[in-house]
């Protein structure tokens, strides 16, 4: 007899591919899907983590079939915030999916022939702002990071505030100093969705020089890294770096607000839409649909007489809502529809980061002159206050919480200034929370 063995070569699901398939010797295809990727998953988890943080900051309620939403996010009768629950694990999950999708293609890029080592550090300057991006919005809603996870079995450490922070600033300066090899009207090789309205893409004779919008110069994108980098160094109470690094971003103190880089959304397969859009209440006979963000009445009754950001983001419901024992005359108008874009970080962000830099580096006029920017633009008068470190960022705080309202800025701002304990209770026995737990997977 005669035992006959054989073997079989590994076969590889094109339908599917292996993460090893992509990270060693991956086409420029592959490449592009995987900065496709970054985008997409930079958007998972954004809804809940805006409408959490935001009923945590009372800036609303979400009204819906959850009672987790009007319950564990307001403490109701002494509850603790669950390191398990959607509110703690949607935002944590999205963020280091998207770096994870960022760092693969840092991987893939070191193991690839298929483009040139400068073109390779477009991609790496792509990946790395997105990576750092994504840090501050952990940091922002969690307190602390981890920053090292390109090696999932072998994880870097937790890191607290300040110390992730500094490690941020850090990959931003490194994302620049990849990225300025390039001339700086060189485009990438790989589209960019949400970005075409940074700067002014005509030609000497006006005309559009970019075959379609998701085409993105090296310039758009320094941009960006260096707006993110202001934001950072803000966060790090690092005035006048911020001023520093805010001239060399796309920040216009006469410019459009709107200016910025966006989040985009679709309805077609594999897409999403936007998270924080919800369907407006369409007559009296439903005043009570059952999805709904119910805007805090503090925000409506707060607002200065004439502030055009009340009626702009926020309308009278057809009759007053009410669910667990809380009440609400007015529901959000922040977007039309659910493919609505949501901005990333736009120019009105970043002129009252410039103020708020301006505080921090005693520059007090030039703060009173960038809030007057952003209350003119709101219809109210300029600013007729005291002109003190303590009273400015008095009112820039105000200026922030109904320029950036449901934006997932307030209960941060909140924190970093130590006025959570400012913030009404809604029920008796409620509690006020500034910060989410890190998840339960962590192993903390």
Request: aromatic fraction near 8%; hydrophobic fraction near 40%; charged fraction near 20%.
């Amino acid at each position: 007899m005669v035992a006959v063995s054989c073997s079989f070569d590994e076969d590889i699901d094109p339908n599917g591919p292996s993460l090893g398939g992509v990270e060693n010797n991956a086409s420029l295809r592959q490449l592009n899907e995987l900065v496709i990727g970054i985008q997409a998953t930079s958007r998972d988890g954004h809804g809940i983590e805006t409408t959490a943080s935001g009923t945590l900051a009372r800036e609303l309620y979400l009204f819906d079939a959850d009672p987790r939403n009007t319950g564990d996010l307001l403490g109701k009768n002494g509850i603790q915030l669950d390191n398990n629950s959607f509110y703690s694990t949607a935002q944590f999950a999205g963020s280091y999916r998207c770096i994870k999708n960022a760092n693969v293609l840092l991987g893939a890029l070191d193991n690839t022939q298929v483009i040139e080592e400068a073109d390779k550090n477009g991609y790496r300057g792509f990946a790395k702002t997105y990576i750092a991006y994504e840090l501050i919005q952990v940091l922002k809603s969690y307190g602390s990071a981890r920053i090292d996870v390109a090696d999932p079995d072998n994880l870097g450490p937790v890191l607290d505030f300040d110390a992730a922070l500094a490690e941020i600033r850090s990959l931003l300066d490194e994302a620049e100093n990849d990225l300025s090899g390039f001339g700086m009207l060189d485009q990438f090789l790989f589209p960019v969705s949400g970005f075409s309205d940074l700067i002014d893409d005509s030609d000497e004779m006006g005309e559009d020089v970019r075959d379609n919008e998701n085409e993105i110069t090296i310039e758009e994108f320094v941009l960006f890294n260096r707006a993110v980098a202001a934001l950072a160094a803000v966060y790090a109470g690092d005035g006048n770096v911020a001023l520093a690094e805010l001239s060399n971003s796309y920040f216009d103190l006469n410019g459009s607000l709107t200016t910025g880089p966006k989040y985009v959304f679709g309805l077609g397969a594999g897409d999403q839409p936007n998270g924080v859009f919800r369907s407006p209440s369409a007559s009296a006979e439903e005043p009570n649909n059952a999805d709904q963000i119910i805007v805090h009445d503090s925000w409506i009754n707060d607002a200065e007489a004439g502030d055009s950001r009340v009626a702009s983001k926020a309308a009278m419901r057809p009759a007053p809502s009410a669910q667990d024992g809380l009440n609400g005359t007015h529901e959000t108008r922040l977007y039309a529809s659910n493919v609505t874009a949501i901005d990333i970080l736009r120019n009105e962000e970043l002129i009252l980061l410039y103020a708020e830099a301006s505080i921090l580096a005693n520059n007090l006029q030039d703060a009173e002159d960038a809030l007057n920017v952003i209350r003119n633009s709101a219809s109210l008068a300029n600013y007729s206050g005291a002109q003190s470190v303590a009273d400015l960022t008095t009112e820039m705080l105000n200026q922030r919480r109904y320029s950036l309202w449901c934006e997932n800025h307030r209960m941060f701002d909140l924190r970093r200034y130590n006025l959570s304990n400012t913030l009404p209770i809604d029920r008796a026995g409620d509690q006020v929370f500034n910060i989410f737990p890190i998840p339960l997977s962590e192993n903390l």
